[in-house]
């Protein structure tokens, strides 16, 4: 069945540290791909999507780019701040189910 | 997007006793769904409500444990029946403008069963 595989955390950096959270899915036909992003104690927020190959999502400062051929949607940050420690989520989506289907989530926690 | 609330935001509650959480959305949406986190896990999705109809549950979920209403189009409430510890999670609803629409997530509800 379809999955999403997050890379394992949990991830600690330094402040204006570069970000990558590794994420893989597999599906059939062509989902779309979302990072969602939870921060402590509140409920989960869509960080950025992209619906088919090559498009690159982006969203404060945070970019992904949908590769069907590595089937790989990696969450990059150029530098990274203390306010994006969260725990993060990839996940994917077909339309014709319309759920969602999520990775395990990666805790990202940035020091100053 | 669309701005939903979830009631209550937390609670704690006894074995055997039962929960509803209710969660309002502020436009009208075709699509409503009903998520778990288990304490430090990822979200698994316990059903899709349907409005006028009975809810569609994943593998694993089943009416008698989890019913779900949803009388119009801005309203779904779920209820956790029969509550033991293991139950105890974070539940939160999610909303889509149709089937394959971003979703966007309420708040969530803190459940804690003693």
């Known amino acids: 069945g379809d999955s999403v595989t997050q890379m394992e955390g949990p991830v600690t950096l330094s402040e204006e540290a570069f970000l990558t959270i590794n994420c893989t899915y597999t599906?059939?036909?062509?989902?779309?791909l979302f990072w969602y992003v939870q921060y402590p104690g509140e409920g989960l927020q869509l960080l950025l999507k992209?619906?088919?190959?090559?498009d690159k999502g982006s969203n404060k400062g945070f970019e992904a780019t949908y590769r069907k051929e590595t089937t790989s949607f990696h969450l990059e940050k150029g530098s990274v701040q203390v306010s994006d420690s969260a725990v993060y989520f990839c996940?994917?989506?077909?339309?014709?189910?319309?759920?969602?289907?999520f990775g395990k989530g990666t805790k990202l926690s940035v020091k100053p | 997007s669309a701005v939903i609330s979830q009631k209550p935001s937390r609670d704690i509650c006894q074995r055997g006793t039962s929960l509803t959480i209710q969660c309002q959305v502020d436009?009208?949406?075709?699509?409503m769904f009903w998520y778990r986190q288990q304490p430090g896990q990822s979200l698994t999705l316990i059903a899709t409500?349907?409005?006028?109809?009975?809810?569609?549950?994943e593998s694993g979920f089943v009416i008698d444990k989890f019913p779900i209403s949803r009388p119009n189009l801005t309203f779904s409430t779920l209820t956790v029946s029969n509550m033991s510890p293991e139950d105890s999670s974070i539940y939160l609803c999610?909303?889509?403008?149709?089937?394959?629409?971003?979703?966007?997530f309420g708040p969530g509800t803190r459940l804690l069963v003693l």
């Open positions: 436009s009208q949406v075709t699509m």
């Open positions: 409500a349907n409005q006028g109809s009975e809810a569609t549950y």
């Open positions: 996940a994917l989506s077909k339309g014709s189910q319309g759920n969602l289907i």
């Open positions: 999610s909303v889509a403008a149709n089937r394959e629409a971003t979703q966007y």
């Open positions: 992209a619906t088919k190959a090559d």
């Open positions: 599906a059939t036909g062509y989902p779309s």
